[in-house]
């Protein structure tokens, strides 16, 4: 099993505009929080720390597969 070049590129390129999307999609929470219900900021938080945390998990094991072939 050999590494992906063209998965390796998208993964290299993804890992600098997480940071942007986590920022823009953050600064967005902040302004629209105070306008909506209770329970819509309560799933509007969950679901940004869930897509956090599931794209720094996917990045990470990407990584970690493609380069060391697992």
Known sequence: VLSSLP??????FNVYYFP?????E????H??????PWHYQFLLVIAFLILSL????RLYLGYLGNLQEK
Request: aromatic share 12%; proline share 0%.
């Open 26 to 29: 953050g600064i967005m929470l």
């Open 31 to 36: 302004l629209k929080y105070h306008l909506l």
């Open 54 to 57: 599931a794209e720094g998990s």
């Open 20 to 24: 942007v999307w986590c920022l823009a």
């Open 7 to 12: 998965l390796q590129v998208m993964l290299y």
